[in-house]
């Protein structure tokens, strides 16, 4: 499935080359900060509108509003414009890329006027999922480019987020087929529900530098997922981040899974000191969470379980699936019941230890993704 790249470390820049021959709807790429993901997309967007005569538009769509407006948005594009990009692209015709009222314009600057001179049509629009509500009545039909950046978070996902991309697409799309997506996303969480929704089952076993290819709906779809290969190991940069004794920060060095540092346990103990046992299913992940009693001391340990659950039908487990019966449950932290009440004041209290970070990270982001109800908005 998986087709190693060729090495890259020449080269400056993360190219879309390898990615592109694979000739798939979504094209989703991840990998080090600063490697020009989103710098290869925009060129790739301004290509497709000067090489269709400025027909093929692009959608830029980030998560918030705030992304899309102001000076976050006026920037955009100007490591183009730096590079000399813009000018190159168009045979001289324009410099620069304009910003105005939600959409991007291929321009001029007049100096004689102290003003922007833009071409008629719009370059691109911006959408943010947080908004998406107030774009579904409007037509975009000569949209080719779709590019959602830093679709990967640690921090917050909207409720229904895929749901809101989705009709995103929706919107730009309608009936038409020759729309290219771009997913792009630094390297911070590998516990992405897109990739659920997604059915993207191998993004933990990938290797830098290598394109798995998924296809659903009897070949239809086509996503094709890049793990880009670190594009030099030797940046200047890097000294300030080679920190000895820090895992953390190897994300941006090379690419690397971002990993917080949790609590490990550091006494050990029999059978007999557990009192409870729960167990939390995520993302194809099985985990074990013991509530120990050790010399009078309560806490809560969790490891991977390798053996299926020998009483599903008793046993108390925690999932985001939706399951009616009564031994299932989905939020983690809720206090609904006395024993959920018991279970979550080990997290209000930091008395939960982890085999390994990795066995954190799913735990934070099984919370995080099981606070959240779809009653919210109701």
């Known amino acids: ?113 102290q003003k922007h001179v833009p071409h008629t049509k719009p370059l691109a629009y911006t959408f943010a999922l947080s908004e998406m509500e107030h774009d579904k009545s409007t037509s975009y039909p000569d949209i080719t480019t779709v590019i959602f950046d830093e679709f990967l978070t640690r921090r917050y996902y909207l409720p229904d987020e895929f749901i809101l991309f989705m009709n995103v697409l929706s919107t730009i799309i309608r009936q038409r087929n020759n729309v290219k997506i771009f997913m792009l996303g630094n390297t911070v969480n590998k516990y992405c529900p897109y990739f659920t929704e997604m059915g993207l089952k191998h993004i933990g076993q990938m290797e830098q530098g290598t394109i798995d290819v998924y296809k659903f709906g009897k070949g239809q779809l086509t996503i094709a997922v890049e793990y880009a290969a670190t594009i030099s190991k030797n940046k200047a940069s890097n000294k300030y981040f080679c920190f000895d004794d820090s895992e953390s920060v190897q994300m941006i060095i090379n690419g690397a899974w971002e990993m917080a540092i949790y609590p490990h346990l550091s006494v050990k103990y029999d059978d007999k000191d557990i009192v409870f046992i729960y167990f939390i299913e995520f993302n194809g992940n099985l985990l074990q969470c013991e509530i120990v009693n050790k010399d009078n001391e309560y806490f809560t340990y969790i490891h991977e379980k390798t053996t299926p659950i020998k009483n599903p039908d008793t046993d108390l487990i925690y999932s985001l699936q939706h399951n009616e019966k009564q031994n299932y449950k989905r939020r983690l932290l809720s206090t609904s019941t006395p024993l959920e009440a018991k279970i979550a004041r080990f997290y209000a209290l930091e008395k939960v230890f982890f085999q390994n970070n990795e066995v954190g990270e799913i735990v934070r982001n099984y919370i995080l993704q099981s606070t959240k109800s779809q009653f919210a908005k109701i």
Do not use: H
């Open 1 to 113: 499935m998986a087709k190693k790249q060729p090495k890259q470390e020449e080269l400056k820049f993360y190219s879309l080359s390898n990615i592109l021959a694979k000739n798939a709807d979504y094209n989703i790429i991840f990998g080090e900060r600063s490697n020009g993901k989103t710098y290869a997309a925009l060129e790739y967007g301004v290509k497709q509108f000067v090489e269709s005569g400025y027909e093929n538009q692009t959608a830029i769509v980030r998560r918030w509003k705030e992304d899309i407006k102001g000076k976050r948005a006026e920037t955009l594009y100007n490591a183009l414009e730096a590079n000399n990009r813009i000018a190159e692209l168009t045979n001289g015709e324009f410099t620069e890329v304009y910003y105005f009222n939600g959409r991007y314009y291929l321009s001029n600057f007049d100096t004689n006027l």
